[in-house]
């Protein structure tokens, strides 16, 4: 027994050192493995890891700049630029989510911001931006383990959503948090824009150096001196808070624009972003790691905004959208609004754009500049210009041969269509062209449709026959002239009309097509289409920029860097006796001698005008109602100025709207824009392009 637990007792003492040897030289193992790295550290790779820890970086801190400010023809200012205090962060190198959301905590203690924007997506990025609760909301995750970091997250984003609830402190740290995680490295963005207290201001100024990157700045809001009217034309521009337009937003990065921009987002302000926003200012920062050590003199101070001069004369504006809102409320019945453009024939210069819309339900009135150029509508006679000038060109008339007799269309299974003058066909006559603008004869541009039809009339006829290929051939010369194609107007959302169905089916309205009472068009394609013809041929698009300037040193006005040149998008490349069958036409539609003339009422302006006048049956609510139109011009013997007018929706009673808008309309015009100096050039263009923006 002895001897055999002796044996043991040896077996045991042996294993011991044996054991103790083995941890021995693993450990010895390690140590010699550590010291071999740190040897590989220090010795041979030592100074490139010192100069590493030690290197520098130079890069640049950008920051945003005052937009460029729009000007009316006199030099009154449309729309400037309120200055704020706003409170603006400027993102770090390498700065950690963990640090920005200690950040946005202590800056919440003295900054208070809107949370109306506030997503659940920010709530859950803020909750988890602590290392503490992504550890814990991760770990809660089944399997956790398994999964990459980044689908791990974003269970953890789905997980605090369902189950996280923010306090109203907390929400508002959240949003400052979200503000400054969107920020781009080194660039600067606003965390309040406006509104900030001066003892929000007092309390962030005292812990600035408790909070890195954040400083009290200046942020700039849009304002309107000459009223909001001007705004619809104007656009808006989005605030760097909600920076880029979702759905623009890889277009502009592609541009070169950050993520928080301020951006314009319609009208005027988008169409002319790029000279309208200026060039950010550029600060050389020296950067060591994820810090800035560094900040130094700012290599560029950033360029405001170049300015837009509008060729709207804003006191004149503001007097023509009074006095259409003035006639739409008297109008009455289911009158829907009025529109008047005022436009320069020669240059496609827009002077004024006003607009007004009506709710017949309520008898409601809004302004809406932008109907002018947005909302078609059946304007009636004012395109028997026009439709003269089409079946001239054609050949089915010609300046020597072209009389036909006013009679009523009677075809086939409808009722008989007539000129309001000849309705039962007892005033039945012969008419030259000229003649029948003068007296707006229906009759006579219903002939001149079959003509160009290839159609022989005869009373009692079927229109069956005719070629249906007459409404392509009438609207392609109405679009010579601008009517039922866009103007390429510098404002970006223009309607280019309505078109009605055509095709043989519907081949009787290619006779209301031919009057008017058919297709729908814009205002503005109205005052382009009679601009053509006060100028001999020449379709310009119209423009309400006019020159792109500089800002002098007191913040005004500076030097002028581009004029915006007419823009000829076609010639209508008819003969000169031609052209005066249709301007003798429109000037005896007001100067004439035949007692049934429409524009009588117009010999009373001075200068003296040539018009077409326009009355279109329409229905509106299910009630009878009518259109009346107006396409003129001034002086006739050398046109400076065309008015265009559109009163849609009045009761069928309604006579003269037009005409006595378009008379105040010439009265304002001259005392106050033509006898009003407009802006002189003080240097020369350096550019004739005859565009500013994309358009």
Known sequence: MKSKQ???????????????????????????????????????????????????????????????????????????????????????????????????DRLGQYLKVSTDTLSEQDEADYYLASSKNLAKVEDSIKNHSEYSSKTLYNLAVKKVKKNIRLSKSEKNAAQIFSLMNGAYELSTVYLKESDVSNTEVAKIGEHLSELPGVKVGTSWSRNYPQGNSIKSIAGTVSSAKSGLP???????????????????????????????????????????????????????????????????????????????????????????????????????????????????STGKVTDNALGTINEPIVMGSVVKGAMVSGALMDG???????????????????????????????????????????VSSNSYMMQ??????????????????????????MRGYFERFGLGTDTGVDIPGESSGYKGPSGEANIGKALDLSFGNYDAYTTIQVAQYISTIANGGYRIAPHVVSQIRGTNGKGGLGKLEETIQPKVLNYIDDTAAQKKVVTKGLYNVVHGTNTYKTGGEL?????????????????????????????????????????????????????????????????????????TSTLKNPTKATSSSSKAATN
């Open 246 to 360: 979702s759905d623009e937003v890889n277009i502009l990065l592609a541009q070169g624009y950050s993520r928080n921009d301020s951006v314009g987002q319609s009208y005027l302000e988008k169409a002319y972003d790029p000279i309208l926003k200026g060039t950010k200012s550029q600060t050389r920062v020296e950067v060591s790691g994820n810090k800035t050590i560094k900040k130094e003199v700012k290599q560029y101070a950033g360029r405001k905004g170049d300015n837009l001069v509008l060729s709207i004369n804003a006191a004149f504006q503001q007097k023509i959208q009074e006095y259409t809102r003035s006639t739409v409320t008297n109008a009455g019945g289911q009158s829907t609004g009025g529109y008047v453009v005022v436009m320069n024939p020669k240059t496609g210069a827009i002077v004024a754009l006003a607009g007004v819309n009506r709710n017949p």
């Open 603 to 675: 010999a009373s302006i001075s200068p003296g005008i040539s018009a077409k006048t326009g009355t279109a049956e329409t229905t509106t609510n299910g009630k009878s109602t009518v259109t009346l139109s107006l396409a003129s011009y001034a002086p006739s013997n050398d046109p400076k100025v065309v008015v265009a007018i559109a009163l849609p929706g009045l009761g069928t009673s309604a006579e003269d709207n037009n005409m006595k808008l378009a008379k105040k309309v010439y009265d304002a015009y001259w005392k106050m824009v033509q006898s």
């Open 448 to 473: 001149l449709a079959m003509k160009e039809a290839g159609f022989k009339y005869s009373s009692g006829t079927s229109l069956l026959g005719m070629n249906a290929n007459i409404f392509s051939k």
């Open 396 to 438: 089915v008339i010609s300046p020597s041969s072209s009389t036909l007799t006013d009679q009523p269309i009677k075809l086939a299974g409808t009722s008989a269509k007539a000129s309001w003058f000849n309705k039962g066909g007892a005033q039945n006559t012969r008419l030259t062209a000229s003649q029948a603008l003068e």
């Open 6 to 104: 002796s044996s043991k007792i040896r077996t045991k003492k042996s294993e011991l050192p044996f054991r103790l040897n083995l941890i021995f030289i693993i450990v010895a193992i390690l140590l010699i493995t550590l010291i071999g790295r740190l040897a590989y550290l220090q010795i041979f790779n030592g100074s490139k890891y010192v100069a590493d820890v030690e290197r520098t970086d130079t890069t640049v801190e950008t920051n945003n700049v005052q937009r460029g400010m729009i000007y009316d023809a006199t030099g009154k200012v449309l729309v400037g630029n309120e200055s704020h205090q706003a409170i603006e962060y400027t993102k770090g190198m390498n700065v950690l989510s963990g640090t920005l959301k200690r950040t946005a």
